[in-house]
């Protein structure tokens, strides 16, 4: 069985406003094939990012973006790891 692939949306449109939600805290993933993503702080899924919803409807840039805290804190706990040295502790 193989999955239908959404198209990636680009993260920043001709005029410089964001669209892309990937990394924001209220955004999540609904496995619901017709509505695959949502917003909490919105309370809504839809086929698009919400973030582009945002964009369609009000003409603005999302308000409530805000970089999950995972996601901030990922590259600073990522190890540079030495080549040929087995690391069996993470």
């Known amino acids: 069985m193989r999955r239908r692939q959404h198209p990636s949306p680009t993260s920043v449109n001709e005029v410089g406003i964001r ?3 990937r990394g924001c805290r209220h955004f999540f ?3 619901e094939p017709r509505n695959p ?6 309370g809504f899924k839809g086929k ?3 973030a582009q919803i ?3 409807s009000t003409g603005m840039q ?6 999950n805290a995972s996601v901030k804190n990922t ?3 990522r190890r540079k790891k ?5 690391d069996i502790n993470g």
């Open 19 to 21: 669209l892309d939600c």
């Open 82 to 86: 030495k080549s040929g040295i087995l």
């Open 75 to 77: 590259a600073a706990r």
């Open 62 to 67: 999302c308000a409530y973006f805000s970089a």
């Open 37 to 42: 993503w949502g917003c909490r702080q919105f």
């Open 54 to 56: 945002v964009y369609q």
């Open 48 to 50: 698009n990012l919400p």
């Open 29 to 31: 993933v609904t496995y």
